[in-house]
């Protein structure tokens, strides 16, 4: 939503109502009429996760959808299955004149850059990716390391044996950079009485 509310900033409001979509599924239905930005249309475009995933794909979804219900905004979706939907689906957002395009996760990096290239001006954003260099690219990233070390945290406080681990599914960067988050805190001495702490090194050197 922070993507949508600064490219918002530079808009003026207009009367008149929004639309938005269903997750996993292409196109619009309508939306309530007292939108302040009626004018102004959202895409996004998921990773083969799809916009259920219970994860990044649909809280970045659920921050559009309540952009539309702030904002009165128009939104539009497209769900992939997997790589190969990337650039079809870039066109399809293309296609519908959208204000700003959000892609989610650095798989789409390559995509998003090519497309972003191409069409200098439309505005687009990607979520956990900071490597394009383009200025009509918003980057979207979140510095997990500092919530998984405090989870790493409240696991030590709760560990009998002193001794606390994480499993990430993939060696990709969004699953390591919360495990690396997390085996910061490495507890040397974990005293309940007086809660202190010893960590192998400091949090500020994480990613």
């Not at 008149?16 to 302040?36: I, K, Q």
């Not at 650095?106 to 200098?120: C, V």
């Not at 696991?155 to 044996?161: C, V, W």
Request: charged share 15%; hydrophobic share 40%.
């Amino acid at each position: 939503m922070a993507a949508i509310a600064l490219a918002l900033s530079g808009c003026a409001t207009a009367p008149g109502g929004g639309t938005e979509t269903t997750p996993g599924s292409a196109g619009t239905t309508e939306a309530p009429s007292s939108g302040l930005y009626s004018d102004f249309s959202a895409c996004m475009i998921s990773d083969a996760g799809g916009f259920d995933d219970k994860s990044f794909n649909q809280s970045s979804w659920e921050g559009v959808v309540k952009a539309e219900a702030d904002f009165g905004i128009v939104t539009h979706q497209a769900e992939s299955q997997g790589q190969v939907d990337y650039v079809p689906n870039l066109e399809s957002m293309q296609a519908n004149n959208c204000d700003i395009t959000i892609t989610v996760g650095f798989l789409l990096k390559d995509a998003t850059e090519a497309h972003a290239t191409n069409n200098p001006d439309s505005k687009f954003a990607i979520v956990d990716d900071n490597t394009i260099a383009l200025p009509n690219v918003k980057s979207l990233v979140f510095k997990t390391s500092e919530a998984a070390f405090l989870a790493g945290y409240v696991a030590a406080g709760y560990s009998k044996t002193g001794t606390v681990a994480t499993f990430g599914g993939l060696a990709l960067p969004t699953v390591t950079i919360f495990m690396d988050g997390f085996v910061t805190v490495e507890i040397v001495i974990f005293d309940l009485d007086d809660t202190t702490t010893t960590t192998s090194r400091p949090l500020e050197n994480l990613g």
